[in-house]
């Protein structure tokens, strides 16, 4: 009997800025599968060279956007079956982060590097979810009280 072994398939979600980058800086560390999750900006093109990517609404704190970007989120989250998810925000990232967390994947939130002594909308929102939440200041651990502090992401 051959057996099969268990691979791990990462889905990393965020916004297409700074928190893309600090994403990747994290995602290239690791051997695994995986596949990005953000919403479209003409400097993706790079980033598609270099790891498979979807493109989501952009919800912008819009009720019926956000509703939206979980339609397209389930759709991919459905396809991709993946294992873990990495997050590092905001807003794009907060309905594939709870809806892979209800359909069994892990969490993994990394607070912005920007949150250094208040804590994001998309951290608060997504701090119940997670398996795992890292903030990057030893002063945001006041916020998140599960919290476990990483270090800074440059």
């Not at 800086?25 to 979807?54: D, G």
């Not at 997050?87 to 912005?112: N, Q, R």
């Not at 990057?136 to 916020?143: G, H, I, R, Y």
């Amino acid at each position: 009997m051959k057996i099969q072994k268990n691979r791990v398939k990462l889905c990393i979600t965020c916004s297409a800025g700074g928190h893309l980058k600090q994403a990747m800086t994290v995602a290239r560390t690791l051997n695994c599968k995986k596949y990005l999750v953000t919403y479209q900006a003409p400097h993706l093109n790079k980033i598609m060279e270099e790891i498979k990517t979807y493109t989501v609404t952009h919800p912008k704190r819009n009720p019926f956007l956000v509703l939206l970007n979980a339609f397209e989120s389930i759709k991919i989250l459905s396809k991709e079956k993946p294992n873990y998810i990495l997050a590092t925000g905001a807003d794009v990232a907060v309905p594939t982060c709870i809806l892979g967390k209800l359909m069994g994947a892990k969490l993994i939130y990394i607070e912005s590097g920007g949150q250094v002594y208040s804590p994001s909308l998309s951290g608060r929102i997504v701090y119940p979810f997670a398996d795992l939440f890292i903030v990057q200041w030893k002063p945001a651990l006041k916020n998140f009280s599960k919290a476990k502090y990483g270090g800074p992401l440059f």
